[in-house]
Structures are given as structure tokens and as C-alpha cells.
T-cell receptor, first 114, second 118 residues
Framework: QQQVKQSPQSLIVQKGGISIINCAYENTAFDYFPWYQQFPGKGPALLIAIRPDVSEKKEGRFTISFNKSAKQFSLHIMDSQPGDSATYFC?????????????FGKGTKLSVIP | NAGVTQTPKFRILKIGQSMTLQCTQD?????MYWYRQDPGMGLKLIYY???????DKGEVPNGYNVSRSTTEDFPLRLELAAPSQTSVYFC?????????????????FGAGSRLTVL
């Protein structure tokens, strides 16, 4: 069973602080690592993604750090805001021929308090 | 564009009843998926389809059936509802590989259908 392990399960951060969510994967064939953001009552939506040929990708306040040798990747949210309060899922996929599935982590519920 | 539309949003079933969750997308995506989401368990893939007439099992297919007669529609059927099927169900779609960044791996999700089986 291919797995993506995500931690922590829940996270409380003060407004303006840094939120960090970590994920680890097992299958070295994975070559696409997205993060999805889900607000209550909504479906998940793609937030940011990275491929293993780079060690970091930044989009605004959101940064993915990727460590290929450790098979780990993490999401950093800088200057966290109450509007960032949501559940975050990491995922991994193999983008080669015949691959159609994302493997998701169990999710992290982030609460940013004023 | 509406994206991915799921109906119903909420449904309560009695044990043994059957029902169909509807999913339609207007983005001309080839790939469609059904996930279930349980608290603290993430998203588990039930079934997926790579095009009209082609479906395959995901991680947790037992108790469910799907069909894909058109590109737009991918209904999920529960034949004999059980309490273990109480969950939130998400339909998703993605384009052919090579388009839009990650291609087939860039999923657009619907808003979900919350099902309770009593």
C-alpha cells in the first residue's frame, strides 16, 4: 500500500506566525507532490505543487520545501492569517504512463488565531 | 463554468436502501474520480474513470458501483447502504496528462455530498 504520512494532525498558530506541515512518502517513483487546501463545507482545491527536480517552490506566502533523499516535503505558510484556517492535504503521484491516482495524506487542520 | 457539480448535497439513508450520487463536469476532462472523506482519514479513492466507458477500482471500492456513459457524467451507486458508508463523498475530475501543469494529477473537486446511513 503506497502511503503518504502527514503531520501534525492539527495545528494552532498565532496570526503572523509560521505554519509548518510535514509529509513523508515511501514510493520513490512519485514525481509530483501537490498540496490541497479545504475550507469547511467545500471540496479540496489545489494550492501549490512541486516536482522533485527542485528543492523549493514559493507562491506568495506559501512555500513547499522538498528533500528527495529523505523522501520528505513540507508546506510553510508565512505570516499566517485567520483566513488560512482550513484543512491541508499533501499528496503524491507518479505522472508516468498509466498513472491516474493521487495518494493523499490524512490532512492537517490548521487554526490561525488572532 | 460550473466546474464539478455534485447532487445531492445531503442525504440520509436507511440500512439496505440504495441511491445514486450524481456528478457532472463541464470542463471536458477525461479523468473522473470518486473519493470518500472520513474524519482524520484523509481522502480514499473509491473508483476512477479515464474516459467514457472505462472505469476501474480504487482503494475502497466495496459496496459501490460506477458507470461512465458520457465524458461529463460519473455517477456513484450504493446498492445496499450500510452504516460504514456514512461519509462525505467527493467527485473530482482532471484533464488529459500534459495539459494545465500537472495534467492528469491536477484535480478539480466538487463541493461534496454528505451521506448518513442509519
Amino acid at each position: 500500500q503506497q502511503q503518504v504520512k502527514q503531520s501534525p494532525q492539527s495545528l494552532i498558530v498565532q496570526k503572523g506566525g509560521i505554519s509548518i506541515i510535514n509529509c513523508a512518502y515511501e514510493n520513490t517513483a512519485f514525481d509530483y507532490f501537490p498540496w490541497y487546501q479545504q475550507f469547511p463545507g467545500k471540496g479540496p482545491a489545489l494550492l501549490i505543487a512541486i516536482r522533485p527536480d527542485v528543492s523549493e517552490k514559493k507562491e506568495g506566502r506559501f512555500t513547499i520545501s522538498f528533500n528527495k533523499s529523505a523522501k520528505q516535503f513540507s508546506l510553510h505558510i508565512m505570516d499566517s492569517q485567520p483566513g488560512d484556517s482550513a484543512t491541508y492535504f499533501c499528496a503524491a503521484a507518479y505522472s508516468g504512463a498509466g498513472s491516474y491516482q493521487l495518494t493523499f495524506g490524512k490532512g492537517t487542520k490548521l487554526s490561525v488565531i488572532p | 463554468n460550473a466546474g464539478v457539480t455534485q447532487t445531492p448535497k445531503f442525504r440520509i439513508l436507511k440500512i439496505g436502501q440504495s441511491m445514486t450520487l450524481q456528478c457532472t463536469q463541464d470542463m471536458n476532462h477525461n479523468y473522473m474520480y470518486w473519493y470518500r472523506q472520513d474524519p482524520g482519514m484523509g481522502l480514499k479513492l473509491i473508483y476512477y474513470s479515464v474516459g467514457a466507458g472505462i472505469t476501474d477500482k480504487g482503494e475502497v471500492p466495496n459496496g459501490y458501483n460506477v458507470s461512465r456513459s458520457t465524458t461529463e457524467d460519473f455517477p456513484l451507486r450504493l446498492e445496499l447502504a450500510a452504516p460504514s458508508q456514512t461519509s462525505v463523498y467527493f467527485c473530482a475530475s482532471s484533464p488529459r496528462r500534459g495539459l494545465a501543469g500537472g495534467g492528469a494529477n491536477v484535480l478539480t473537486f466538487g463541493a461534496g455530498s454528505r451521506l448518513t446511513v442509519l
